[in-house]
């Protein structure tokens, strides 16, 4: 081998070593830290509003939903579909009892909330909270981003109607909450334990 041959060879490899690590390494940490600072200031605007003295501190439904969005910022890094998968693979092959579901809990909690408009602006928060959660699970993985796509042509091909591109990102929205339903459950149900 010569000097010249060996100096692509290095050559190669650094280039594809620094690529690697940009790719597996860098931009992942950027998603997560992006994704968790979207949820921190989305967090911050429920205390705000809490603050405000719209709903209590104590009320059963911001508590829910504070503990919700602390799950999701904590354990963020566990949400790639890999995991998810695997996690509801693994609770649905041990038949383990399953505890009260996350949605149980934020109903019952939703119907006590004695004023219309702050139960609306709950829901809200909540709606928010998944919306970010979905964008990073989806986004972040090549294989639930093709489901995704070939889901939404699907229903674009029998909702052919819809050409806005206002009725294309309300398709995409509805597609992608039918496509992580489960998986999205399962995230809450973690998040209420932890």
Known sequence: MTALQLAHVLQT????????????????????????????????QLFDYALSGEISFDDPAYRLLR??????????HHLSIFRVSLSMLISSVTNIEPR????DSWSAALAQVPSECA???????????????????????????????????????SHATQASLHGLRQLAAKTSKRVLR?????????????
């Open 13 to 44: 490899v650094v280039v594809l070593g620094g690529t690697a690590l940009v790719f597996f390494w860098l931009i992942p940490t950027l998603r997560l830290d992006v994704y968790r600072q979207k949820l921190f200031v989305l967090r911050d």
């Open 67 to 76: 503990d919700h969005m602390n799950g999701l910022i904590r354990y963020g």
């Open 100 to 103: 009260k579901s996350w949605h």
């Open 119 to 157: 139960r609306k602006r709950l829901i809200r928060f909540h709606e928010d909270a998944v919306t970010h959660a979905a964008k990073h699970l989806i986004l972040g993985s090549p294989v639930l981003l093709a489901i995704v796509a070939v889901a939404m042509i699907g229903s674009g091909l």
């Open 182 to 194: 489960r998986p999205l459950d399962y995230l809450e149900d973690e998040a209420l334990c932890a």
